[in-house]
């Protein structure tokens, strides 16, 4: 694959896979620390719950402002909040 030979763009996505493994495997932890304090299977069916209906509001919310707004103005705005908050 030619685009894998240029090195910022090949260590671009290993940066990518390694912070979702991480992400992935905190993840895990979480639940694996929660079932060995609560026992619960219910807790962790709180938790995946928790952890889901955030991603659905705001994917929700982002198609109805996609499609009201400039989206090049909205990418601008979303990666100005980040890096504000930094």
């Known amino acids: 694959m030619a685009t894998l030979r240029h090195r910022p763009f090949a260590l671009w996505i290993a940066s990518r896979v390694a912070s979702g493994t991480a992400a992935t495997l905190l993840r895990t932890v979480w639940a694996w620390q929660l079932y060995i304090i609560t026992g619960s299977e219910l807790a962790l069916g709180v938790l995946g719950v928790i952890q889901f209906i955030?991603?659905?509001?705001?994917?929700?919310l982002g198609g109805a402002v996609a499609d009201a707004y400039d989206r090049k103005?909205?990418?601008?705005l979303a990666q100005l909040v980040p890096f504000a908050a930094g």
């Not at 955030?54 to 929700?60: H, K, Q, R, V």
């Not at 103005?73 to 601008?76: D, K, L, Q, W, Y």
């Open 54 to 60: 955030p991603a659905l509001l705001t994917s929700l």
């Open 73 to 76: 103005r909205i990418v601008v």
